[in-house]
């Protein structure tokens, strides 16, 4: 009985990786059209490997518009294939068809999962949609931990540069690290991960990361074509769950999507198959 009580709990309540990465990432990019049905994908995964993830019902979502106005949207339930595993897994869609022009943000706040190394970690996500005319672009989903663009954040090519601030309850992070990962299209196997001179895994060539300065500015480059993501993690005290105490940690995700030099349309293998 207590074993079968243990496994319950891992598989209810114990996310499959350390610290997935909400991903919201729609096709062929993340422009839009008024009144020309936008779909966007929502789930779990670990980006730079191709990994996906089960994703539990997320606990708020809705669309920002360029006249920061809250419109409720519907998640409807989705499959993507684990490529590592051959299993499918639960994501979600968001169909969009929109009544007014300029930039749009879909925001998207987890609720608490708890990882492997045992910390409860709550995720907050966000891409942007530019319909025809540039205007928000800098709006605020109003997250505890978010990043602020100060570069357009849409319309990049090979090598695009993002300038960038992280904010804490509306104050700037200093010191604080923020990663920066390209969303594999396909699941890489061991074989297909860059290696060192050593022969070992090189993580830092998958996963770039950078510093805030004191006022919590940053800047990243963006090398390849395809959807990226930024990542910043911060600690948030104690909280209780299960009648256990963990560790709290929230981390804030910036989708941006970064278009090719050349003709080219990035397929990816774990999602469904869009018209």
Same mark, same amino acid.
């Given at each position: 009985?207590?074993?079968?009580?243990?496994?319950?709990?891992?598989?209810?309540?114990?996310?499959?990786?350390?610290?997935?990465?909400?991903?919201?990432?729609?096709?062929?990019?993340?422009?839009?059209?008024?009144?020309?049905?936008?779909?966007?994908?929502?789930? @779990?995964?670990?980006?730079?490997?191709?990994?996906?993830?089960?994703?539990?019902?997320?606990?708020?979502?809705?669309?920002?518009?360029?006249? =920061? =106005?809250?419109?409720?949207?519907?998640?409807? /339930?989705?499959?993507?294939?684990?490529? @590592?595993?051959?299993?499918?897994? #639960?994501?979600?869609?968001?169909?969009?068809?929109? &009544?007014?022009?300029?930039?749009?943000?879909?925001?998207?706040?987890?609720?608490? !999962?708890?990882?492997?190394?045992?910390?409860?970690? =709550?995720?907050?996500?966000?891409?942007?949609?530019?319909?025809?005319?540039?205007?928000?672009?800098?709006?605020?989903?109003?997250?505890?931990? &978010? #990043?602020?663009?100060?570069?357009?954040?849409?319309? +990049?090519?090979?090598?695009?540069?993002?300038?960038?601030?992280?904010?804490?309850?509306?104050?700037?992070?200093?010191?604080?690290?923020?990663?920066?990962? /390209?969303?594999?299209?396909?699941?890489?196997?061991?074989?297909?991960?860059?290696?060192?001179?050593?022969? &070992?895994?090189? !993580?830092?060539?998958?996963?770039?990361?950078?510093?805030?300065?004191?006022?919590?500015?940053?800047?990243?480059?963006?090398?390849?074509?395809?959807?990226?993501?930024?990542?910043?993690?911060?600690?948030?005290?104690?909280?209780?769950?299960?009648?256990?105490?963990?560790?709290?940690?929230?981390?804030?995700? +910036?989708?941006?999507?970064? +278009?090719?030099?050349?003709?080219?349309?990035?397929?990816?293998?774990?999602?469904?198959?869009?018209?």
């Amino acid at each position: 009985m207590i074993f079968i009580l243990v496994f319950i709990f891992i598989n209810l309540f114990v996310s499959s990786s350390l610290a997935y990465k909400l991903f919201i990432i729609s096709f062929p990019d993340n422009y839009g059209k008024m009144k020309k049905e936008k779909i966007f994908y929502v789930g @779990a995964a670990e980006p730079a490997f191709g990994a996906i993830y089960d994703l539990k019902p997320p606990k708020r979502f809705f669309l920002l518009t360029s006249d =920061k =106005k809250t419109i409720k949207v519907t998640l409807l /339930r989705t499959k993507y294939e684990d490529k @590592a595993l051959n299993l499918e897994r #639960i994501g979600y869609k968001i169909q969009l068809s929109l &009544e007014t022009k300029g930039d749009h943000y879909i925001c998207i706040e987890s609720d608490y !999962y708890l990882t492997r190394d045992l910390k409860l970690t =709550k995720s907050f996500a966000k891409v942007p949609l530019h319909v025809e005319i540039e205007k928000g672009w800098d709006n605020f989903c109003g997250f505890d931990l &978010e #990043i602020k663009p100060y570069t357009r954040p849409y319309g +990049f090519s090979d090598r695009g540069i993002f300038w960038g601030q992280v904010l804490y309850n509306n104050k700037p992070l200093s010191n604080v690290s923020v990663e920066f990962e /390209r969303f594999s299209p396909v699941f890489l196997n061991l074989e297909d991960l860059p290696k060192d001179s050593y022969g &070992e895994i090189n !993580y830092p060539y998958l996963k770039k990361t950078v510093k805030t300065n004191k006022d919590g500015f940053f800047v990243v480059s963006l090398e390849k074509p395809g959807w990226w993501v930024l990542t910043v993690k911060r600690g948030a005290g104690i909280k209780t769950f299960g009648n256990t105490s963990y560790p709290v940690e929230i981390a804030s995700h +910036f989708w941006i999507y970064v +278009f090719p030099s050349k003709e080219e349309n990035l397929k990816y293998n774990f999602l469904e198959k869009t018209p």
